[in-house]
């Protein structure tokens, strides 16, 4: 976990930057006791953690989800994927399905080597998806134009029932700018997925028009808020829903 201090009108709190490359922060409630920090604030937790905060619904804290199969596609959704998926048939599609202990760090430094430089991926958050994906399967998408890799999507399976959406890696060349190969490579993984028996892929919060095409539902990230039930940042960060977490220590 990274913590850093945020600043808003004058207030100083503290916030995690969670990996982008996983679903959630695995924090538990006994690392939250060694947390002296405060005020802190934690976002994307486990939603097994059963314990959050709701934010003012922003739609960058809003997580984006696709059923499997999606049935809930409009007609609209379901030509655009005939569509690019026809567009795409003239290349090489390598699956792979294999077990996140086996995949090295290079190696998915390689897989991700052009949208880790282009969105400034720090160390943190390529060693924290390795801490993550030891004990998961992981989806491994290559698409080539001949003997051209142009594109690979990495996903991680993490439960019997649910899988992240963690990157698709593009070639910069602008002729394969009208194959829409993002698309293209999770409509060939939300296929694979159903033939696994996965029944949800969660494609990560923050808002693109990616996310927005695809999803069936969405809903609002939970976190958790260690501050003082009076400190004035719980108004300036329109924290609702806030559940008493200790009654002995001031977590909402």
Known sequence: MMIEPVNIDGYEYYRYNKSILIPYETTSKEDLDNIKLRPLLLDDLDPKFNMGIGLDGNIDDVIWFV??????????????????????????????????????????????????KKYEYDDFSIKECMNFIQDKK??????KDNDVNIANLFSIVYNDTDAYYAFTDRTDDEKYNRFSLGNYTIYRLIKIL????IKELNMGSGYT???????TRK???????LIDKNHPLLLKLKLKNINLLNKDTPYY
């Open 194 to 197: 159903e033939r696994i028996g």
């Open 67 to 116: 059923s499997i199969p999606p049935t809930a596609w409009t007609s609209k959704q379901k030509k655009n994927e005939t569509y690019i998926s026809k567009l795409n048939q003239k290349f090489d599609v390598e699956e792979i399905i294999t077990n996140g202990n086996k995949i090295s760090e290079e190696y998915l430094r390689e897989l991700g080597k052009r949208h880790f």
């Open 219 to 225: 809903e609002q990230s939970l976190g958790i808020a």
């Open 138 to 143: 992981v989806i491994i998408i290559k698409i």
């Open 209 to 215: 028009p990616l996310k927005k095409h695809l999803h």
